[in-house]
Each structure stands twice: as C-alpha cells, then as structure tokens.
C-alpha cells in the first residue's frame, strides 16, 4: 500500500492552501489564484529549468517553516523556491516586495525601448503590464540605450533584440523542441544577446512556438506583423487533424481572415500544448480548421474587453476552499464610503 505523502501547509498573504513536498512558492500562488500570484517574465511551467533569471518573481518570506519560523533574510525567487511545511510568505502584503519589483521593472527597462505604440506585442506583452503596475513615468539613466537591428530568422520569424529581457524561454524552448543545440545567448552582462544562430537549430516543425514563449516583442510572427492590433482580433478555439501535432489552436480572426494562428495558453500566458509549424504558418485559412467557438483569455487583458465579457477586477479565486478573498482596493474604498 502506497503511503500517504505529507502536505505541506503555506500561508500567502494571509491565504491558506496546502501543497506537495517539492512545490514552489510560485506554483502554490498559483494554486490560491487572484492577484497574490507573483508576475513571472522567465519561469515558464512547461519548459524544465526555466526561472530564476529575471527577479519579478521576487517575495518576502517572513516565516521560513513550522520548524524553523526566523524570516528568509532576503527576498527570495519564488520560482525557485520550494514550499517548507508552514511557511509564511508576503507578496502583495509586503512592502519590501513591491518596492523590488519596482526596481526589478525598472531595471528590465533600462535598455527596452518604448515602442509599444508600434510594437506587436502589446496588448499581450507581460513587460507591458509589469510598467503599467510598477512602471515609473521617467527614466533615471542618461545613457545610450543598447541598440541592435532587426534581424530575420528564417522566413517567418522577426528577432528584435532591442526588445529582449534575456528570459531564455526561447533559447529552452528551441533547445527542449528542437534536436541539436546551435543557439543560446551569447556573450555576458550588458552584451549579451540571443544568437542569430538560433536560425540554425530552427529547422524543425515545432520551431514556431518560440514566438509564443516570448514574453516581450522580441519574436514575432513574419506572417502577421503589423497586420492588425491584437485587440482588433477575435480569438477562436479551433482545431484540426495534424498528425504532428494536436491540433488544438487559436486562430486570431479579424472578420474571416485568419491574422495568425497560435498555440492554446492559459491564464498565465503558458501554452498548453505546442503546435507544429505547418498549424501555425500553412493553414492561416479558416477552411483548414473546424472552429468551436471564442476563446476566453484568462489573463486580464485589452483583449478579454469589449468582445466577450468585461474582465472582472475582483480576485479569482481557484479550487481552494482554505483560501480567502484579499479586500481589492475598490472593495476597500467602498467599505469606506458606506
Ligand atoms: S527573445 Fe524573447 S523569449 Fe528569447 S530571451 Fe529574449 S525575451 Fe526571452
Ligand atoms: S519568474 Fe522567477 S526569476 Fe523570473
């Protein structure tokens, strides 16, 4: 008989829920849901090894375990982090975090140009929401910005390295997808850059879905730039018989031409299953696919607004019954003027 393991008992900004041995501070977050759960620019779920390279992730640990209660002395990655039975962690309730994840922005900025008016990305750019929440108005450098010129990477991928925060999702996703490894980041520190190589080690059907990892504008589709703002597009859940891949896509659609096709993300902006070049780039017609009607995009988005729903302010709260609601700032400015 199998025996029963352990959970491990975490409080995160005041919420309870109870994990696996193993679990990271990041995933327990998630597991609790709403806005406790810390912004993640590199950690990406379904690439091993990811995290730990960007700091947004970043939270207090204000009790290190049932065991052992003395508070971590520094703020920690809670993409890396594993969960210690009854540890205390502080995220949106912390001050010190906040605070670093202002600095951590801004640093992520210092070299990003400002271009989301004409840049693909937005409205779907994490860097984007991050400045939008913990952006400051000015910038406290006076030097020249890093600058590189677009560059083709094969015939459907645009690199901007201006735009890249260096999170290697892209470089852990060519090298988990792809066969040989002829690519990565180049050089140290301020000149680090990804390689143009990564051209060379994208000869395989999956290479396109290096484009939905990137959490910036740093990788885009060839095939649907500048072709519209994202928020003009309608996303549908459509699927068809691949026998590479599942099959399961979202076909971007501004009336009934198809902008682009990407793979299927959850509310964290994770794919939920990679699709093939030949979905991605060969069937942009909706005649290729059966469509099943309007994604829902978790995330809160300009994209969710005016086409479905209005994305709800409030909390979400997943499958958790020990969680409880943190107060929104709307909810407490009403509490006042009652
Ligand atoms: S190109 Fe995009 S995915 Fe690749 S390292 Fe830069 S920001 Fe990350
Ligand atoms: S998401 Fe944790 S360090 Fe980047």
Redesign the pocket.
């Known amino acids: 008989m199998s025996e029963e393991v352990k959970k491990f008992k975490i409080t995160i900004d005041g919420q309870e829920t109870e994990v696996a041995p193993g679990t990271t501070i990041l995933e327990a977050a998630r597991q609790i849901g709403g806005k406790s759960v810390p912004p993640a620019?590199?950690y990406y779920k379904p690439l091993e090894t990811s995290g730990g390279r960007c700091r947004t992730c970043l939270v207090e640990v204000s009790k290190g375990s049932e065991a052992d209660p003395r508070p971590m002395p520094k703020l920690v990655a809670s993409c890396r982090t594993g969960v210690m039975d009854g540890m205390e962690v502080k995220n949106l309730t912390s001050e010190k975090t906040q605070e670093a994840r202002k600095a951590v922005t801004e640093f992520l900025l210092v070299n990003h140009p400002l271009d989301c008016p004409i840049c693909d990305q937005a409205g779907e750019c994490h860097l984007q929401d991050l400045g939008y929440e913990h952006g400051v108005e000015q910038t406290r450098t006076e030097f020249e910005r890093r600058t590189f010129e677009p560059e083709d990477i094969g015939p459907y991928i645009k690199?901007?390295?201006n735009?890249?925060?260096?999170?290697?999702?892209?470089?852990l996703?060519a090298n988990q997808l792809t066969e040989k490894r002829e690519h990565g980041?180049l050089f140290r520190g301020d000149h680090a850059e990804?390689s143009t190589y990564l051209n060379k080690a994208l000869d395989n059907d999956f290479y396109g879905n290096?484009i939905d990892?990137?959490?910036?504008?740093?990788?885009t589709d060839r095939t649907s730039r500048f072709a519209s703002r994202v928020w003009f597009t309608k996303p549908m859940n459509a699927s068809c018989s691949c026998d590479k891949c599942s099959g399961k896509a979202v076909l971007w659609m501004k009336g009934d031409e198809v902008i682009r096709v990407t793979a299927r993300q959850d509310q964290y902006g994770e794919s939920e299953e990679w699709i093939c070049n030949s979905c991605r780039w060969d069937k942009k017609d909706v005649k290729y696919w059966n469509i099943e009607g309007p994604r829902h995009i978790d995330r809160h988005s300009v994209i969710s607004l005016n086409h479905y729903q209005k994305a709800a302010d409030e909390p979400v709260l997943l499958d958790n019954p020990m969680a409880k609601q943190i107060s929104t700032k709307d909810e407490a400015q009403a509490e006042e003027q009652k």
Do not use: F, K, S
Not at 163 to 171: G, Q
Not at 213 to 219: D, E, K, M, R, T
């Open positions: 620019m590199c690199l901007h390295m735009r890249c925060i260096l999170c290697a999702r892209c470089v996703a980041i990804i290096v990892v990137c959490p910036v504008g740093a990788l």
